[in-house]
Each structure stands twice: as structure tokens, then as C-alpha cells.
């Protein structure tokens, strides 16, 4: 069993940075793909990118690529998601999951409560 709690969102403008956080609990993580979704108001959660256990290999949306930059510290049991160049468009609860490396939501077991990231034009 793994439980996930985010970090690290807020107000930012367009064009700045934050950074996400999701640690996990437990010692099993380091088993685990994660991946990190967000979810708009009125709109389907959407798959942002996703990491390997090891985080030897990470994979992106297109919407986010060349953006966004997930990594995880196995030994801190936390990953991360590192968003430059923001958009309005960014603006959305973003979700830790854990135990698949799938763009689907419905393939993961694992979720975390959200962090809600705004960003203003």
C-alpha cells in the first residue's frame, strides 16, 4: 500500500515556474511507476507525464513537453514535477498516482488528494 500527498502548488503567472512535489509512504515505492495527471474544471483528468521506478525513463504529454520535468529521489520517496514556462492553460488540480506508467487514469492504483496550480495571463 502506498499513500501520496502533492505539494508546491499555487498563483504564479504566465511564464513562471513551480514545483510539484508527491511523497509517498511506505517502503515500496522505489517499485513503482508514477506519473503525475491534472484535471480542469468541467474537464477529463488528463495524463501529464510519467516516470519509471528507477526514473531511468520519463515520457510527456505533448501539451507539456520540452515544459515539464518529472524526476523522483527513491532514498525521499518523492517525486517531482518541475513546470517552466507556464500557461493560463496549465491551470488545473495536478495529481501524484502511482503503480503504472499508462496515460489512463483508470490503469493506477495509487492517487494523491491534488494541489491546485493557477496561473494568470
Known amino acids: 500500500q502506498v499513500q501520496l500527498v502533492e505539494s508546491g502548488g499555487g498563483l504564479v503567472q504566465a511564464g513562471g515556474s513551480l514545483r510539484l512535489s508527491c511523497a509517498a509512504s511506505?517502503?515500496?515505492?522505489?517499485?513503482?511507476?508514477m506519473a503525475w495527471f491534472r484535471q480542469a474544471p468541467g474537464k477529463e483528468r488528463e495524463f501529464v507525464g510519467a516516470?519509471?521506478?528507477?526514473?531511468?525513463?520519463?515520457y510527456y504529454a505533448d501539451s507539456v513537453k520540452g515544459r515539464f520535468t518529472i524526476s523522483r529521489d527513491n532514498a525521499q520517496n518523492t517525486m517531482y514535477l518541475q513546470m517552466n514556462s507556464l500557461k493560463p492553460e496549465d491551470t488545473a488540480v495536478y495529481y501524484c498516482?502511482?503503480?503504472?506508467?499508462?496515460?489512463?487514469?483508470?490503469?493506477?492504483?495509487?492517487w494523491g488528494q491534488g494541489t491546485q496550480v493557477t496561473v494568470s495571463s
Open positions: 498516482a502511482g503503480g503504472s506508467r499508462s496515460t489512463s487514469p483508470i490503469s493506477y492504483n495509487y
Open positions: 511506505g517502503r515500496t515505492f522505489s517499485r513503482y511507476a
Open positions: 516516470i519509471s521506478s528507477s526514473g531511468g525513463s520519463t
